[in-house]
Nanobody, 121 residues
Framework: QVQLVESGGGLVQAGGSLRLSCAAS????????MGWYRQTPGKQRELVAR???????TYTTSVKGRFTISRDNAKNTVDLQMNSLKPEDTAVYYC???????????????WGQGTQVTVSS
């Protein structure tokens, strides 16, 4: 059974840093892209950063230059280093993984439970 477990959220002052980590367990084959999304009340979940199996990255414009996503394919983990945090970064952050679930290479998206990040002004 695939599970994604996040850690590292919390309360930080504006300009501070936090590091989010996500560990995937129950992986039989491999994981394609992994990513971090965030959501605030009344808004849709949005992509923050995404990293492919080969390390190619994508960031939403508002976090470019401040956030860095990285992964360890051997450990099935993905991290998000968040620097120069702003109050508008406050949200619940969710880890996502495109998990290969069978020998045919079919992929299924799995989500973590979410971790709260609060940035005070």
């Amino acid at each position: 059974q695939v599970q994604l477990v996040e850690s590292g959220g919390g309360l930080v002052q504006a300009g501070g840093s936090l590091r989010l980590s996500c560990a995937a367990s129950g992986i039989t084959f491999s994981i394609n892209a992994m990513g971090w999304y965030r959501q605030t009340p009344g808004k849709q979940r949005e992509l923050v950063a995404r990293i492919g199996y080969g390390g190619e990255t994508t960031y939403t414009t508002s976090v470019k230059g401040r956030f860095t996503i990285s992964r360890d394919n051997a450990k099935n983990t993905v991290d998000l280093q968040m620097n120069s945090l702003k109050p508008e970064d406050t949200a619940v952050y969710y880890c996502n993984a495109g998990v290969i679930i069978n020998i045919r290479g079919n992929e299924y998206p799995f989500w973590g439970q979410g971790t709260q990040v609060t940035v005070s002004s």
